[in-house]
């Protein structure tokens, strides 16, 4: 495959690569630094406006809403018919052709080249924004919502379908090594109905670097990178769909408590366990085997197999 590839600087020049897609050892070294990287172009023209159909569609038919794959990651989900960023996990799931396109192969040969060749896409997810929209979206890091007695790298790879910038919801990062401890977290407002998590560690807001993409680029960060966006002001919602590629789960001996994960009770996890009690479990398996390829399974089956005990004791 041979694309161009531009990637913007932190001073916000932009430099351009042509040939086989691939990151330049700059790109490489600025991440291994900063944890996140800004390109300019990651999806083509023509996929970003199938994509964004395919995601409306999702949006408007409510797709995953009854199984807990949709639900609103800002808000306690009083209203579900006014969320304030509703999220939609595995949208590929309901649409596959989400990831057969250009989009999803040039995001694994760059997962690869970040975290390395055993990187594999361990789940995809979409986030809108609604226009004139007041919620921003809590400073944090992905890490926080894990199981802290695994450990991995994962990359997330978060496609806008509209040029983003600070009017309209970009996201923003503070630099700092990709291996960075996970700091405290805790509930928004600290009402444990809300997915979302807001990071209450030691960190300086002033460094902030908000990243302004246009439609099919990408910012790419890691599981360890503090991130927050800013609300949506413009007259359009802003959608965002997101690869997550990870390395496999290994298991850490001296684990560290992550207390903000207990004792959380979101209508978004209800739905779910219902749903799989209801024999949705079945289905849930067999969506997950039948789209990775068999030299996956002996490597995966471990860590999917404690995610689900975990899932149905309401972890
Ligand atoms: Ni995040």
Redesign the pocket.
Known sequence: MSAVLSERSMEGAATATSGPFELGQAERDRFAAQSFLALDRLMPEAEVATTRATLERLFNSRAGYAEGARFDFLSAEDDPDKPAMPQILRPSVYAPELLRGPAAANAAIVARELIGPEARLSFDHVMMKPPHDGAA?PW???DAFADPAFDMRSV?IWIPLQAVDERNGCLAFVPGSPRRDVLPHRSPGEDGRVHGLECVGDFDLAEAVPCPIPAGGCTI?TGRTL?GAGPNLSDAPRYAFVMVFSTPKRPVADQAARPWLEGRQTARAERERSWMRRGGLVLHVWRRLSSMPLSDYRRLLPGLLARLGGRLAGR
């Open positions: 979206t944090h890091q992905d997330s960060h991130h």
